[in-house]
């Protein structure tokens, strides 16, 4: 019988947003490819029905109605079923510390951490603002791959991060015919991300809209369109009429990204990415890698984002590009469409040799002790 594993993560908080549903399917796919049964779990104490909504739809969508539950509080059968699973399971996979009640996840054999933030959440567990909830873990991961290097600032207390390269499936992400020139540069961000300024020992870290009005001009830097799936708030609107008049083509993410299938039909629509990182990641040199950008390159699509210090832990320069300046941007996006099919083939190369489920989770699987 394979061994179980309870893969906790934020869908229902999370409505029409295709992009962070394929952040959490993708480790369940990662790990059934692998062949261990796995099962699903998010813990949102106030959900509403629209957030309940889309839970169930990403979970039919996923395959998983049979296995994923949504624990909404302590009086429901909701918790009951996921301790139950939890008692089953020999690994508890918790992504961003989604489910925070212990007694869900405590009775797993072992529990990883799965760190989405690089930065954010060291201070603030460094500040105490976490509380305990990083001593509960027997392993802690990040898509930060320079953490605990030493050209990185970000504090690591006592563990021992382990760097994870977003696991993804190229059965998924089918390597489509590429678009014919003039080709599109286009990536799906929100302006300001999901917290505020982070500060911590002094200094405050920047956040993607310091980084967008950075590189404001970055498309008159490239030969082709440059389009954002941009979510930015109306408050904004000062910042969004500076980006279109530089030439940034921006369009609603909810009109063209809001499932997963609508968010994979934009990527395999798309030339390659272009994008610029959140502040506090390239101002750390965390080494941070996006799971869009994973997601990218399966489909074949070659990437160029801003560096955040990740040549240091992976190759970069074919597929997989980044830039730290506006003369490099434009340099490498012309090298991207000089040889674009080579590009395309190294993109999905860099997928199977980095980030497919055996080569993104077996250090992991191997440090925990875990099996199928």
Not at 88 to 95: G, K, Q, Y
Request: aromatic share 10%; charged share 20%.
């Amino acid at each position: 019988m394979a061994s179980c594993v309870l893969v906790a993560g934020a869908l229902a908080a999370k409505p029409r947003n295709g992009g962070e549903a394929w952040v959490r399917i993708s480790w369940v796919r990662a790990l059934a490819q692998l062949g261990f049964e796995v099962r699903f779990v998010e813990q949102l104490d106030d959900a509403s029905p629209a957030a309940r909504a889309w839970f169930d739809t990403v979970v039919k969508w996923a395959g998983l109605e049979a296995r994923a539950v949504l624990v909404t509080g302590d009086a429901d059968d909701t918790l009951a079923t996921a301790i139950g699973w939890s008692d089953a399971a020999e690994l508890f996979v918790n992504i961003s510390g989604n489910v925070r009640h212990l007694d869900v996840l405590k009775r797993a054999r072992r529990r990883v951490y799965v760190d989405l933030d690089p930065g954010y959440t060291q201070m603030w567990h460094e500040q105490g603002l976490l509380g305990s909830m990083l001593e509960h873990y027997d392993v802690h991961g990040t898509v930060g791959l320079c953490v605990g290097r030493s050209e990185c600032t970000i504090p690591t207390g006592r563990f021992s991060w382990l760097p994870i390269v977003p696991p993804t499936c190229l059965d998924d992400w089918s390597f489509a015919d590429t678009p014919s020139l003039p080709g599109r540069f286009t990536t799906i961000a929100a302006f300001r991300g999901g917290y505020g300024r982070l500060e911590h020992r002094g200094v405050t870290y920047g956040q993607k809209a310091h980084e967008f009005r950075h590189f404001v001009e970055l498309p008159r830097h490239v030969d082709w369109d440059v389009e954002v799936a941009l979510d930015i708030d109306g408050a904004d609107e000062a910042d969004r009429d500076n980006l279109a008049a530089h030439g940034w083509h921006l369009v609603d993410p909810t009109h063209v990204a809001a499932s997963p299938d609508a968010f994979r039909s934009y990527v395999l629509g798309s030339s390659a990415e272009l994008s610029v990182a959140q502040g506090a990641y390239v101002e750390t040199q965390s080494g941070w890698i996006s799971d869009r950008s994973l997601r990218y390159l399966a489909a074949g699509r070659p990437v160029l984002v801003q560096d955040t210090g990740l040549g240091r832990a992976v190759p970069t320069g074919a597929g997989l590009n980044t830039f730290r300046t506006l003369d490099e941007a434009g340099a490498r996006a012309r090298a991207i469409a000089q040889d674009y099919e080579h590009h395309c083939r190294a993109a999905r190369a860099w997928v199977a040799e980095f980030a497919s489920p055996e080569a993104a989770l077996t250090p992991l699987l191997e440090r925990v002790g875990v099996s199928p």
